[in-house]
């Protein structure tokens, strides 16, 4: 190995600091291993590994090598910074603190450890150190959200004057954003008596955001309200709906909302998008005061978003509330969220009032309906109310489309049919945004997250792990995206607690999460069972030409996946196929076996296979069909499709259901290729005429697999394999006569001839005739065939 030398270490290790500060320390880890392979004894390599597996979330080795860097050099403050975050992470409060008063010690302006050592003061109750603490940090780095926050609860215990409470939450909202925020406004009011302004808050929160926790904390508040500080007692909810003014939120810069736009995680098409949105406004407001423009017609934002659900559509829309709240276009800037129960009525006059009075709550701010298409009416559904609604909401978003913003969500398909069918309101929609479904890497980030506001951390296997889980979920037609991560995060912490409850812990049992705590062997993960299943293909009797064709087809797929992780693009894979070959020629063992294997590689996300034939699929009467089959298709994503017998779909009549079921086929064949793959089975001659009968099928199968009859000795062998595995043995005379019976049927055989299904069958009546013979000789051996017991043909 080349030794680095002493002078360029310096040079080096200054370059790798850098980057692995700026969020590059995964791909700085192989040089920095280089280095500390010929300096392992350095402490500044120490502290960079240490460094560098901190911002990986991998804690433990972290600590090591922090632990050895302060060893060799106690005197580096930032050495001490970060062996005392990593025990705030094991949830050692004291050893913490020890070494962040090292570093503040050895360094008076050495802010990150004046904001360990002020959290620290803050949850022992020692206000004025902890703010004195908050000073320094703030001091270094102004923009620090999680100090500012820390000022504002500092000031909240200390009961200072409301406008400082008041001014120090403003400053917090510059730098970001939290659900207790608005907790904090109301608490601030609540200390200094004015329960008016708290109930007023609270009836905003109730409307824009029902589900939050932050409101329900308001919800506990507001309901313990007493006098306190000469403010005067109220009764339980004094105030009607009409009586309480509108609240006005604290105003955000329009840098402050796009930059917690930008913050999000993914959604690129969607920042891009509102971007050129606020550069239309901001032109349009600069184009007016030139040319003095008083007065001309307003334009209008309202919008249509697409998506499936957790992809951050209400996200999006409370962020652009602020953002047209701080153009001046909103005059207070609250998202006001409903769905079709909160606008349509249960009798004639109740949709009308109810929709008016939602329009009303959301005037100066925008209107947020999740699953708009669900105002549509159904077909035959001519009496529903929701049409009422919309209608209504029609007139609104036109005469008073300066007043409120109305941003229409749902399902893709579901909003494409809601705006082709009522053209009064695809036309006032004049800006549409498609959220796209997260990618592998984002959803594991927003996974990180989650686990790391639980204080946990995914080991390397674990990413793993949840990765294969969230692709199995993946295959739903409306995948929930982060909702689905909450989902799998949640049960994985939960079945971690389940399985540990009983143990013996460590600290860092309590932090990581592990593959099995989201239900998968790690032995399992990436193809670590190829190994396994390719033995299982070689291992069946015969097929050797099917084995070959098999084994060339997964080859062209692994060379294709190594391609694409090297940033190579390819084509969707198409890996549909046509099984031709006799019944019990093995095709349905091999599908089975395909597609455990296609889920090994990273094709198929849950390797399963779903069996059907014409009945499954096809139904009695018109319009069943077509749901039939996309049921089935639906419940085989993520894996196999077998269709037996699949020639009797067509019959070549247009008259005949099974043309309806061959149609859905098609399309889903080409919509979700990368769903699932579709093997069609059969007798060859019926398969060759169906594929000639619709060039739409054959233009869809990639592969065509022909199984051969087996031949007389691989049925013998098959015959022996089945009485192996059920631990019986066959005399030399009783594998003769077996022999004799196969040859007899090969040479007889037909369209219809068994194949592996012969062997089985003759094996089961071979025991019904032993188990005869042994009823009259009890000290026969119970495990050993004879040839008496072979029926012959």
């Known amino acids: 190995m080349e030794i680095i030398p002493e002078e360029k270490v310096e040079d080096r290790l200054r370059g790798m600091e850098y980057n692995i500060k700026n969020n590059m320390a995964l791909s700085s880890l192989p040089a920095l291993r280089e280095v500390y392979e010929t300096h392992p004894d350095h402490p500044q390599v120490n ?30 403050a930032n050495y001490q910074v970060l062996l005392a975050q990593l025990y705030l992470r094991q949830r050692l409060p ?24 002020a959290e620290l003061s803050f949850n022992r109750n020692q206000l004025e150190k902890a703010l004195e603490l908050t000073e320094v940090v703030l001091e270094h780095q102004p923009k620090t959200y999680a100090s500012h926050r820390l000022k504002t609860k500092i000031y909240l215990q200390q009961e200072e004057a409301l406008d400082k409470i008041l001014e120090s939450i403003a400053t917090s909202e510059k730098y970001g954003y939290d659900d207790d925020i608005e907790y904090d406004r109301v608490y601030a009011y609540y200390i200094h008596g004015d329960f008016e302004e708290c109930r007023k808050i609270f009836s905003h929160l109730k409307r824009t955001r029902p589900l939050s926790h932050s409101t329900a904390k308001v919800a506990s508040l507001v309901d313990s309200m007493q006098v306190k500080k000469g403010g005067r007692s109220v009764g339980p909810n ?121 329009i009303d709550s959301a005037i100066g701010g925008v209107l947020f309906i999740d699953e708009a298409y669900s105002l549509s009416p159904g077909k035959g559904e001519q009496s529903d109310y929701g049409s009422e609604a919309i209608e209504i909401l029609i007139k609104a978003m036109e005469d008073q489309r300066s007043d409120f913003i ?81 989902n799998i995060m949640e049960s994985a912490m939960r079945e971690r607690a389940y399985r540990l409850s009983d143990r013996s812990l460590t600290e860092e049992d309590l932090v990581i999460l592990e593959p099995y705590d989201f239900g998968i062997d790690p032995k399992q993960l990436f193809g670590n069972d190829i190994k396994d299943l390719m033995g299982q293909l070689d291992s069946l009797v015969g097929l050797h030409d ?31 196929m046509v099984f031709n070959g006799n019944p019990g020629t093995g ?32 139904g009695q009467y018109v319009g069943q069909t077509g749901p039939k089959t996309l049921e089935k298709i639906k419940e085989a994503y993520g894996g196999v ?52 009968m619709n060039s739409g099928i054959r233009s869809r199968m990639s592969y065509t697999v022909d199984f051969p009859n087996y031949s007389s000795e691989e049925l013998l062998e098959i015959f022996l ?73």
């Open 47 to 76: 502290y960079l590994m240490a460094l560098n597996y901190y911002k990986n979330h991998d804690y433990h080795k972290a600590m090591a090598f922090v632990q050895k860097a302060v060893e060799n050099n106690p005197t580096a």
């Open 94 to 117: 004291q050893d913490a603190e020890e070494h962040a008063q090292k570093a503040y010690a050895l360094q008076e302006d050495n802010w990150e450890a004046a904001k360990i050592l």
């Open 238 to 358: 004094p105030f009607g709906m009409d009586a309480i003014q509108p609240y006005k939120k604290t105003k955000k810069t329009l840098e402050e909302s796009l930059g917690e736009l930008d913050r999000l995680i993914g959604l690129e098409e969607v920042k891009s998008t509102i971007n050129r949105i606020v550069k239309l406004a901001e032109y349009n407001k600069r184009r007016s005061y030139i040319l003095s423009i008083e007065k001309g017609e307003e334009p209008s934002y309202h919008f249509a978003f697409s998506g499936n659900p957790g992809t951050g559509k209400t996200t999006v829309a409370r962020i652009l509330a602020d953002i047209f709240y701080s153009l001046g276009i909103l005059k207070t800037g609250q998202l006001i969220e409903v769905d079709r129960s909160d606008l349509v009525g249960g009798y004639m006059g109740q949709t009308a009032q109810k929709t008016r009075e939602v």
């Open 406 to 486: 109305v941003i229409l969500a749902g399902y893709d398909a579901g909003m494409k049919s809601l705006l082709k069918s009522n053209p009064g309101l695809s036309s006032r929609i004049n800006m549409q945004v498609n959220f796209d479904d997260f990618s592998d890497s984002e959803l594991l980030e927003i996974a990180k997250g989650q686990a790391e506001d639980n204080h946990y951390t995914l080991t390397e296997e674990a990413e793993k792990a949840f990765l294969v889980k969230i692709n199995q979920e993946k295959v739903s037609p409306q995948f929930a995206n982060a909702r689905a991560v909450r």
């Open 546 to 576: 099917v084995k070959a064709q098999v084994k060339s087809i997964l080859n062209y797929v692994r060379a294709e996946k190594r391609r694409e992780e090297l940033g190579h693009a390819i084509n969707d894979l198409s890996l549909h």
């Open 587 to 618: 095709k349905t063992t091999i599908a089975r076996l395909i597609s455990k294997i296609l889920k090994s590689i990273g094709v198929l996300k849950r390797g399963h296979m779903i069996e059907v034939t014409r009945d499954d699929l096809v």
């Open 641 to 692: 499709l077998f269709i037996d017998e699949a020639y009797s779909l067509y019959s070549g009549s247009d008259n005949d259901f099974g043309y309806e079921a061959i149609s859905t086929l098609i399309k889903e064949m080409e919509d979700n290729r990368d769903k699932l793959v579709v093997i069609m089975a059969g007798y060859p001659h019926e398969m060759e005429k169906m594929l000639s």
């Open 721 to 793: 394999m089945g009485a192996k595995q059920q631990g019986f043995i066959l005399t030399e005379e009783a594998k003769q006569t077996v022999q004799a019976v196969f040859e007899t049927a090969y040479q007889k055989r037909d369209r219809h001839f068994g194949n592996a299904r012969s062997a089985r069958s003759l094996f089961e009546k071979a025991k019904l005739q032993q188990s005869n013979r042994l009823a009259l000789d009890e000290e026969a051996d119970l495990f050993t065939i004879l040839a008496e017991d072979i029926l012959k043909a």
